[in-house]
Nanobody
Framework: QVQLVESGGGLVQAGGSLRLSCAASGRSFSMNAMGWFRQAPGKDREFVVGVNWNSFRTLYADSVKGRFTISRDNAKNTVYLQMNSLKPEDTAVYFC??????????????????????WGQGTQVTVSS
């Protein structure tokens, strides 16, 4: 059974930092693009950041550029999201996702959530003002 399990969420003051982790099990995603999305109450799930299989290419939403950093450790089948300078508007449930499309393609990074095949259950991030 394939699972993506997020951790690291919590409550933080504005300006603070959190590091989210997403550990995959059941299959290797070392050759696959992965990403982070978030969903605030009453809003659609939105793209945050994506990374190709070997970290050669990343793609960030404008709202998080310069503040969030995605990384991955393929040996651990884990992807991370370092979030700095957090703002109250970053409050949301954060989901990691993996796509099986274009495996091994160094140029492939995906922002379309419909292209992702596997999803975690999410971790809550709350930023207080």
């Amino acid at each position: 059974q394939v699972q993506l399990v997020e951790s690291g969420g919590g409550l933080v003051q504005a300006g603070g930092s959190l590091r989210l982790s997403c550990a995959a099990s059941g299959r290797s995603f070392s050759m696959n693009a992965m990403g982070w999305f978030r969903q605030a109450p009453g809003k659609d799930r939105e793209f945050v950041v994506g990374v190709n299989w070997n970290s050669f290419r990343t793609l960030y939403a404008d709202s998080v550029k310069g503040r969030f950093t995605i990384s991955r450790d393929n040996a651990k089948n884990t992807v991370y999201l370092q979030m700095n300078s957090l703002k109250p508007e970053d409050t949301a449930v954060y989901f990691c996702a993996a796509t099986t499309r274009y495996s091994g393609n160094s140029a492939y990074v995906e922002r379309d959530r419909s292209s992702y095949d596997y999803w975690g259950q999410g971790t809550q991030v709350t930023v207080s003002s």
